[in-house]
């Protein structure tokens, strides 16, 4: 089981927004409606609630307010929808989940434990970063729910403005809620963080539209602007990377515009899915904190050293590197500042074989594939 043939989907430039929604849902509708069918949280919960009047307020909100701020991408993905003949209210749920699943009555979000577990599922992530004279390095585990696997694909986007961006992409999703780098040299990787209740703002800007704006960023203080600029519901925690610069930020953010920035140096940095910086009210996620009590034990002073802590199964409950039987580790992906390259790893990253290598230096993004299925 993993990430097979991954296909990378190279579009652009397009007349307008709508169309490049519209030949990217064309082109992975059986992806997409695969994953719709399979998806409990949105069967179950996201569905039925969606014909409460309180959940239809509440999408209304979403949808006036992320239409309003940004209106290309909200084309991109009602275009994405009627290209894959999926219904854009579906599309509309699976790319709001993090921002309505919070406002679901209790008894809907806990019909069973699967669902529960479930509610974090596209994007429990394990980040190390560091930024020394020796390397700059920012390697990234994504995790999702096993559901996902055989769910997602890459965008290789070249917009009007020229602009070229590569997007890791949940089927039906806007790219990227997982990682992604542009021709601007500007990377991130994305962690979801766990705000209590109190923490979350209903109706705000989707974390889904502000990933998609910062494939967009032409540096990273463009790209921490735009987070800024948002008012999100439900907060995350970004890392970005500046190839040029050499610079790596960590961004934590919350509702009511609460940002808080570390950066990434010499001592190697460790993310998953708590708040580390910033002071938020949070919930108490022990997978989590078993990963970072494991990954501060172990050595890392070189590329080898991150990729064997990624592909870490020590733990046999919360293990870094994840083979189910909730969350599964669907590749790994190494960006290195210096060699100027992002590569994609499937299986246990400790075995490091690379699927792809995507040059980040040259305006056309260029990359290889290495095929090892032969």
């Known amino acids: 089981?993993?990430?097979?043939?991954?296909?990378?989907?190279?579009?652009?430039?397009?007349?307008?927004?709508?169309?490049?929604?519209?030949?990217?849902?064309?082109?992975?509708?059986?992806?997409?409606?695969?994953?719709?069918?399979?998806?409990?949280?949105?069967?179950?919960?996201?569905?039925?609630?969606?014909?409460?009047?309180?959940?239809?307020?509440?999408?209304?909100?979403?949808?006036?307010?992320?239409?309003?701020?940004?209106?290309?991408?909200?084309?991109?993905?009602?275009?994405?929808?009627?290209?894959?003949?999926?219904?854009?209210?579906?599309?509309?749920?699976?790319?709001?989940r993090k921002e309505i699943l919070p406002f679901l009555p209790k008894s809907t979000a806990a019909n069973s434990n699967a669902d529960t577990s479930l509610g974090n599922a596209p994007d429990d992530c394990s980040d190390v970063l560091?930024?020394?004279?020796s390397m700059a390095i920012a390697a990234h585990n994504e995790d999702a729910d096993v559901a996902l696997v055989g769910h997602t694909y890459i965008i290789k986007a070249t917009l009007p403005n020229g602009l070229s961006f590569v997007g890791y992409t949940y089927a039906g999703e806007l790219p990227s809620c997982a990682f992604g780098f542009n021709s601007n040299g500007l990377a991130f990787t994305l962690n979801s963080v766990p705000p209590s209740e109190a923490e979350i703002a209903g109706g705000g800007i989707g974390r889904n539209f502000i990933s998609r704006d910062l494939l967009e960023a032409t540096s990273i203080d463009d790209a921490l602007s735009r987070i800024q600029s948002s008012e999100v519901s439900v907060g995350h925690s970004y890392n970005l990377i500046d190839i040029g610069a050499r610079r790596i930020l960590n961004v934590e953010t919350a509702s009511?515009?609460?940002?808080?920035?570390h950066e990434?140096?010499?001592?190697?940095?460790?993310?998953?899915?708590?708040?580390?910086?910033?002071?938020?009210?949070?919930?108490?996620?022990?997978?989590?904190?078993?990963?970072?009590?494991?990954?501060?034990?172990?050595?890392?002073?070189?590329?080898?050293?991150?990729?064997?802590?990624?592909?870490?199964?020590?733990?046999?409950?919360?293990?870094?590197?994840?083979?189910?039987?909730?969350?599964?580790?669907?590749?790994?992906?190494?960006?290195?500042?210096?060699?100027?390259?992002?590569?994609?790893?499937?299986?246990?990253?400790?075995?490091?074989?690379?699927?792809?290598?995507?040059?980040?230096?040259?305006?056309?993004?260029?990359?290889?594939?290495?095929?090892?299925?032969?």
């Not at 560091?130 to 004279?133: L, N, P, Q």
């Not at 009511?256 to 920035?261: A, G, K, M």
């Not at 990729?307 to 669907?330: A, E, F, N, W």
């Open 1 to 96: 089981m993993g990430e097979k043939m991954l296909e990378v989907f190279e579009i652009g430039p397009c007349d307008n927004p709508y169309q490049m929604g519209f030949l990217t849902g064309q082109r992975f509708s059986d992806k997409i409606r695969s994953r719709l069918s399979t998806d409990l949280i949105l069967q179950n919960q996201l569905l039925p609630s969606a014909k409460t009047p309180e959940s239809q307020a509440l999408i209304e909100a979403l949808t006036i307010n992320n239409q309003k701020k940004f209106p290309r991408y909200w084309d991109e993905l009602v275009g994405t929808a009627e290209g894959s003949g999926v219904p854009v209210l579906h599309m509309i749920l699976i790319n709001f």
């Open 130 to 133: 560091v930024v020394s004279d």
């Open 256 to 261: 009511r515009n609460r940002v808080s920035v």
């Open 264 to 374: 990434v140096g010499a001592t190697p940095f460790f993310h998953a899915n708590m708040y580390l910086h910033l002071q938020v009210e949070q919930v108490e996620d022990d997978n989590s904190k078993s990963r970072h009590e494991r990954a501060a034990i172990l050595p890392k002073r070189s590329k080898d050293d991150f990729l064997s802590l990624l592909g870490d199964t020590d733990h046999k409950r919360y293990p870094i590197y994840m083979t189910g039987p909730t969350l599964y580790t669907l590749c790994t992906a190494m960006i290195d500042l210096d060699d100027k390259t992002l590569s994609i790893i499937e299986g246990n990253p400790k075995n490091g074989k690379v699927a792809y290598i995507f040059s980040m230096s040259t305006k056309e993004l260029s990359h290889i594939k290495i095929n090892q299925y032969d």
